[in-house]
């Protein structure tokens, strides 16, 4: 027993003069306690993945028992900026206070690793506080919150297990403490914490940090943040460089640098809400699995990756031309595009022709829009048709998004644009425009009829339109680099007319209607809707004259070949109408809208259709039924403009 003691306090191992009997007799005694000690580790190693409850939750998300698992080193370089976070998590994880960390960095940007570098120095330094110990990792990234109830439950059944000390990494802390209707798992998580016996490693967004554990000081006492940096170039080159290298042993192709700096360069400019070198990675290890699966020898032969293939999965990714990525001049005419829908408007068209021209050539401004333009013109002058152009012309889902601003006339109304303040009903739901954003990066959004909102709303949109990005009430980043903003608005429509009558220059209207529209006030608040910090935002102020009857022709001419092609489709009947009919429509419609000052536009020639020549098309076949129903053609001409019913309907002629 003495033996045992000074063995234990090391006073035997100090070196003295020890007689050889003395030193057989620690020799053994010491080989004994080495053997009781690692029976002893024996015992205490307590295999996790064999509880129950282990196996539920295997079902549904990711859990590992790193205890039963070997650790093998990466084959991915180890950066030193994450050694650096890795050793100061490493250290708070042996305090005995404040005992607990998280991880704090955006998704994509490299936490996982992190937690691998921290789980090898754990297994390799024997920390005298925590001598056996057992290790788990959870990712909890997709759950839902109904689920994270169930889910926290279960994991503390499977820490009941072990008496060892336990490293419990979740990666995605933030999905197991929020709940249904606002509800939260803090509760749980607190009395998770205080167990004398686990320390705990999670890891989440910076938005998600402010959200679930920002505002409790209770759980801010007892958790250590330790934050993730961005990725610096070189280390980025790196790493993108390892998994190049792990790509070339796994799929037996090759992958030069040329490849691997335009992949880091077309993901950092493109794919802006996501996040180095995650990004990067995924987008070359597509392309070299894309070009190994679409080789004619399957693999057998050494394949080479080159800069093509990386521009044809950008494409995929995200929709656009891959001219686009190859920085080649466009030479698509797009002022013959537009114009085959606009009509009577040239120099509008001409002047988003140059816009989309720069944009799709690579010269628009870095972190701005791609381009914010104001339409101001009279009522159905072809504002709304000319967005819907470009839509289809540039966005990836060729839709556009339209913002009617008429339903923001109060200044709370913001809530609309950014989402609704924490506490409130909806904040979950955050902003729309930050929404659509990340879902179409590359939209076309029209803010609609722009004069008659709250000047309040207009004021995210400054950041917006100055700096390409704008964040909601939920904390999320959207970036606007690569969208068009298009306002429209009815402001000085009357200037615009008096002045297109009187023979003023494009440049002269348009100057004048900046004027105009800065002294615009909002009807309820009286403070002026667009102030000059707002103007000088806009990349075009562009002027929509009104139309002359040169124009009212073409728009009929449209007019009447959609109708033409309607029927058609929903009848399988060649409506024909007469060039005379046409001209007809055209001459009343610009007649009325004269009379009008210009309230109806376009429209009317709409309108004029539906009542003269579809009704009456319509009566005929009422009345005609059974000649009608085995012809395959129908003609509508001009009788007399001085009858009350100028046109009329052959049948099968």
Same mark, same amino acid.
């Given at each position: 027993?003495?033996?045992?003691?000074?063995?234990?306090?090391?006073?035997?191992?100090?070196?003295?003069? +020890?007689?050889?009997?003395?030193?057989?007799?620690?020799?053994?005694?010491?080989?004994?306690?080495?053997?009781?000690?690692?029976?002893?580790?024996?015992?205490?190693?307590?295999?996790?993945?064999?509880?129950?409850?282990? *196996?539920?939750?295997?079902?549904? %998300?990711?859990?590992?028992?790193?205890?039963?698992?070997?650790?093998?080193?990466?084959?991915?370089?180890?950066?030193?900026?994450?050694?650096?976070?890795?050793?100061?998590?490493?250290?708070?994880? &042996?305090?005995?206070?404040?005992?607990?960390?998280?991880?704090?960095?955006?998704?994509?940007?490299?936490?996982?690793?992190?937690?691998?570098?921290?789980?090898?120095?754990?297994?390799?330094?024997?920390?005298?506080?925590? &001598?056996?110990?057992?290790?788990?990792?959870?990712?909890?990234?997709?759950?839902?919150?109904?689920?994270?109830?169930?889910?926290?439950?279960?994991?503390?059944?499977?820490?009941?297990?072990?008496?060892?000390?336990?490293?419990?990494?979740?990666?995605?802390?933030?999905?197991?403490?929020? +709940?249904?209707?606002?509800?939260?798992?803090? #509760?749980?998580?607190?009395?998770?914490?205080?167990?004398?016996?686990?320390?705990?490693?999670? #890891?989440?967004?910076?938005?998600?940090?402010? !959200?679930?554990?920002?505002? !409790?000081?209770?759980?801010?006492?007892?958790?250590?943040?330790?934050?993730?940096?961005?990725?610096?170039?070189?280390?980025?080159?790196?790493?993108?460089?390892?998994?190049?290298?792990?790509?070339? =042993?796994?799929?037996?192709?090759?992958?030069?640098?040329?490849?691997?700096?335009?992949?880091?360069?077309?993901?950092?400019?493109?794919?802006?809400?996501?996040?180095?070198?995650?990004?990067?990675?995924?987008?070359?290890?597509?392309?070299?699995?894309?070009?190994?699966?679409?080789?004619?020898?399957?693999?057998?032969?050494?394949?080479?990756?080159?800069?093509?293939?990386?521009?044809?999965?950008?494409?995929?990714?995200?929709?656009?031309?891959?001219? %686009?990525?190859?920085?080649?001049?466009?030479?698509?005419?797009?002022?013959?595009?537009?114009?085959?829908?606009?009509?009577?408007?040239?120099?509008?068209?001409?002047?988003?022709?140059?816009?989309?021209?720069?944009?799709?050539?690579?010269?628009?401004?870095?972190?701005?829009?791609?381009?914010?333009?104001?339409?101001?013109?009279?009522?159905?002058?072809?504002?709304?048709?000319?967005?819907?152009?470009?839509? =289809?012309?540039?966005?990836?889902?060729?839709?556009?998004?339209?913002?009617?601003?008429?339903?923001?006339?109060?200044?709370?109304?913001?809530?609309?644009?950014?989402?609704?303040?924490?506490?409130?009903?909806?904040?979950?739901?955050?902003?729309?425009?930050? =929404?659509?954003?990340?879902?179409?990066?590359?939209?076309?959004?029209?803010?609609?009829?722009?004069?008659?909102?709250?000047?309040?709303?207009?004021?995210?949109?400054?950041?917006?339109?100055?700096?390409?990005?704008?964040?909601?009430?939920?904390?999320?980043?959207?970036?606007?680099?690569?969208?068009?903003?298009?306002?429209?608005?009815?402001?000085?429509?009357?200037?615009?007319? &008096?002045?297109?009558?009187?023979?003023?220059?494009?440049?002269?209207?348009?100057?004048?209607?900046?004027?105009?529209?800065?002294?615009?006030?909002?009807?309820?608040?009286?403070?002026?809707?667009?102030?000059? &910090?707002?103007?000088?935002?806009?990349?075009?102020?562009?002027?929509?004259?009104?139309?002359?009857?040169?124009?009212?022709?073409?728009?009929?001419?449209?007019?009447?070949?959609?109708?033409?092609?309607?029927?058609?489709?929903?009848?399988?009947?060649?409506?024909?109408?007469?060039?005379?009919?046409?001209?007809?429509?055209?001459?009343?419609?610009?007649?009325?809208?004269?009379?009008?000052? *210009?309230?109806?536009? *376009?429209?009317?020639?709409?309108?004029?259709?539906?009542?003269?020549?579809?009704?009456?098309?319509?009566?005929?076949?009422?009345?005609?039924?059974?000649?009608?129903?085995?012809?395959?053609?129908?003609?509508?001409?001009?009788?007399?403009?001085?009858?009350?019913?100028?046109?009329?309907?052959?049948?099968?002629?």
């Amino acid at each position: 027993m003495l033996l045992r003691k000074l063995i234990s306090l090391n006073f035997i191992n100090k070196p003295t003069n +020890r007689s050889p009997m003395m030193n057989h007799a620690v020799s053994n005694m010491q080989s004994r306690m080495d053997g009781q000690k690692n029976e002893t580790s024996d015992q205490l190693t307590y295999r996790l993945d064999t509880h129950p409850a282990f *196996g539920f939750l295997s079902e549904f %998300l990711t859990i590992k028992d790193l205890q039963s698992n070997a650790i093998v080193e990466s084959p991915i370089v180890d950066l030193e900026y994450q050694q650096v976070v890795a050793a100061a998590m490493e250290l708070s994880l &042996q305090r005995s206070v404040r005992r607990h960390c998280v991880l704090v960095g955006e998704s994509g940007s490299g936490r996982s690793t992190v937690l691998e570098i921290l789980n090898r120095r754990l297994h390799r330094t024997a920390y005298p506080r925590h &001598q056996f110990v057992n290790r788990l990792y959870i990712d909890t990234n997709w759950i839902g919150p109904e689920e994270s109830r169930g889910c926290f439950e279960s994991i503390v059944q499977i820490l009941r297990v072990t008496k060892n000390h336990l490293y419990l990494y979740i990666d995605g802390l933030h999905s197991l403490i929020r +709940r249904t209707n606002g509800g939260s798992n803090i #509760t749980l998580l607190q009395a998770l914490l205080e167990r004398p016996n686990v320390s705990l490693v999670g #890891t989440l967004t910076a938005n998600d940090f402010r !959200d679930s554990i920002g505002n !409790d000081s209770r759980l801010l006492k007892r958790l250590e943040r330790v934050q993730l940096p961005p990725i610096d170039l070189n280390s980025l080159k790196l790493v993108v460089s390892s998994h190049a290298h792990q790509l070339t =042993s796994r799929l037996g192709i090759g992958i030069d640098n040329e490849s691997i700096t335009k992949t880091i360069s077309l993901t950092t400019q493109y794919l802006l809400s996501e996040h180095q070198p995650q990004k990067s990675i995924s987008i070359l290890t597509q392309a070299a699995e894309d070009k190994t699966l679409m080789s004619p020898s399957g693999g057998q032969t050494l394949l080479e990756l080159n800069k093509n293939d990386i521009v044809r999965v950008m494409s995929l990714r995200t929709s656009l031309p891959q001219r %686009l990525f190859d920085c080649e001049t466009v030479h698509e005419d797009y002022r013959k595009s537009i114009s085959d829908t606009i009509v009577g408007q040239d120099e509008a068209v001409q002047q988003v022709s140059q816009e989309l021209q720069l944009i799709a050539s690579g010269f628009s401004v870095p972190g701005k829009p791609a381009s914010v333009m104001m339409f101001a013109g009279t009522t159905g002058t072809g504002k709304t048709e000319l967005a819907k152009r470009i839509a =289809s012309l540039y966005s990836s889902t060729g839709l556009l998004r339209v913002y009617p601003m008429g339903n923001y006339t109060e200044s709370h109304s913001v809530s609309g644009i950014v989402g609704v303040p924490p506490g409130y009903v909806g904040h979950e739901n955050g902003g729309e425009l930050v =929404s659509d954003l990340l879902a179409d990066p590359y939209g076309v959004f029209l803010l609609d009829e722009a004069e008659k909102c709250h000047p309040n709303v207009w004021k995210p949109f400054l950041t917006l339109f100055d700096e390409g990005w704008i964040i909601d009430q939920k904390g999320r980043k959207a970036f606007a680099d690569r969208a068009i903003f298009i306002l429209t608005t009815n402001a000085g429509d009357r200037s615009i007319s &008096q002045l297109t009558r009187s023979g003023k220059s494009q440049e002269e209207i348009s100057q004048i209607v900046r004027k105009t529209l800065s002294r615009v006030r909002q009807e309820r608040s009286s403070q002026p809707v667009f102030p000059p &910090q707002f103007l000088s935002r806009m990349h075009r102020i562009i002027v929509f004259n009104p139309l002359d009857l040169d124009a009212m022709i073409g728009i009929s001419e449209r007019v009447a070949l959609k109708i033409q092609e309607q029927w058609k489709t929903a009848r399988n009947l060649d409506l024909l109408i007469g060039d005379a009919v046409i001209r007809s429509i055209a001459s009343q419609g610009h007649s009325t809208n004269e009379q009008l000052n *210009g309230e109806e536009g *376009g429209r009317i020639i709409r309108k004029l259709y539906r009542d003269q020549v579809e009704h009456l098309v319509f009566k005929t076949c009422m009345s005609n039924g059974a000649r009608v129903k085995g012809t395959k053609r129908i003609r509508v001409d001009l009788v007399s403009e001085s009858d009350s019913v100028p046109f009329l309907v052959f049948v099968g002629e």
